[in-house]
């Protein structure tokens, strides 16, 4: 069984990463998502261990110096982390494993790890993120210019990523990421390892 690929996927509030990743997730059984660990409150209908590993502060800080996470981060006064034991373990049975992570997440993990696969979501313009943070209605005035102001700084680290794809048409997003996940399974080391019994078979 050959290893499975890590992937980072990045992309400011409201360009439709979490969306785009259930739907490819409930496409492709060889794909999980890691499950991160948060000192977040968790919100009604969440369930500790499938959204998120909800811990207390003093056990997240504890973690931290016990070098648990292969990246941490403080995102709107909470901390995030992603388990190192937990995207190994996964990745030794052969699944590919999704990390969704802002930018200096994605630079922790490639200074963990250089075998990873970088993915950028952005939004077709301006005015379409915009647009989609107010249209939650869970924001007032004040929080949507914070997220704004944070998006254009996410997206000022697009060129750190290997590839970009652009949410406007879902559909289209979705095939294109479907497109990355192909392609990195393709490739030959990969591909390869998985291939062994039948390549030396034919060159026999």
Do not use: C
């Not at 990463?17 to 490819?24: C, F, N, R, V």
């Not at 049975?93 to 696969?117: F, K, M, P």
């Amino acid at each position: 069984m050959s290893l499975g690929t890590l992937y980072m996927v990045s992309a400011p509030s409201g360009a439709g990463k979490t969306s785009l990743l259930k739907a490819l997730l409930e496409q492709d059984e060889q794909l999980h998502i890691s499950v991160s660990f948060t000192t977040r409150p968790q919100r009604p209908g969440e369930v500790d261990g499938k959204d998120y590993h909800f811990v207390d502060q003093d056990s997240f800080l504890l973690m931290v110096q016990q070098g648990s996470f292969l990246e941490h981060a403080n995102v709107f006064d909470n901390h995030y982390g992603t388990s190192r034991d937990e995207v190994f373990a996964q990745l030794e049975q052969g699944y590919d494993v999704v990390l969704e992570i802002d930018w200096q997440g994605a630079q922790q993990v490639r200074s963990n790890l250089l075998d990873t696969v970088s993915i950028f979501i952005l939004p077709p313009s301006e005015e379409v993120l915009r647009h989609r943070l107010t249209a939650r209605g869970q924001d007032d005035a004040a929080v949507i210019e914070r997220r704004m102001r944070d998006a254009r700084a996410e997206i000022s680290h697009y060129e750190e990523f290997d590839y970009l794809v652009v949410n406007d048409d879902f559909a289209q997003a979705l095939d294109e990421l479907r497109a990355v996940i192909l392609t990195q399974r393709l490739r030959l080391e990969r591909k390869s390892k998985e291939l062994q019994g039948q390549l030396g078979t034919l060159l026999a």
